[in-house]
């Protein structure tokens, strides 16, 4: 099992930056492909990003690319989440998620989200 907890959501301006991160513990060998989900309130869950957590080969949601920045440390099992030029579009809350099979297809793990709220 793989247990994964998402943390630094707030209010933010418009414009604005944040960083949330995903702290992975459990069996966190496999080779996973590690991904940012978003739900915003009566919406249903969009990708947002993810990465190869071997070899750190991304992939970005059209709505964020050249904003959203995914990364990983795999010395402390976390994924990170930059997020710059924040807008209001952008609220929701933010699911860190796993794919054991490493494919960035099926997504086994999830946290219990943060929610990012961008203030006009």
């Known amino acids: 099992q793989l247990q994964l907890e998402e943390s630094g959501g707030r209010l933010v301006q418009a414009g604005g930056s944040l960083r949330l991160s995903c702290a992975a513990s459990?069996?966190?060998?496999?080779?996973?492909?590690m991904a940012w989900f978003r739900q915003a309130p009566g919406k249903e869950s969009e990708f947002v990003a993810h990465?190869?957590?071997?070899?750190?080969?991304?992939v970005y949601a059209d709505s964020v690319k050249g904003r959203f920045t995914i990364s990983r440390d795999n010395a402390k099992n976390t994924v990170y989440l930059q997020m710059r030029n924040l807008k209001p579009e952008d609220t929701a809350v933010y699911y860190c998620?796993?794919?054991?099979?490493?494919?960035?297809?099926?997504?086994?793990?999830w946290g219990k989200g943060t929610q990012v709220t961008v203030s006009s």
């Open positions: 998620a796993a794919d054991p099979r490493g494919l960035g297809t099926l997504f086994d793990y």
């Open positions: 459990g069996r966190t060998g496999s080779p996973y492909t």
């Open positions: 990465i190869a957590w071997t070899t750190g080969v991304t």
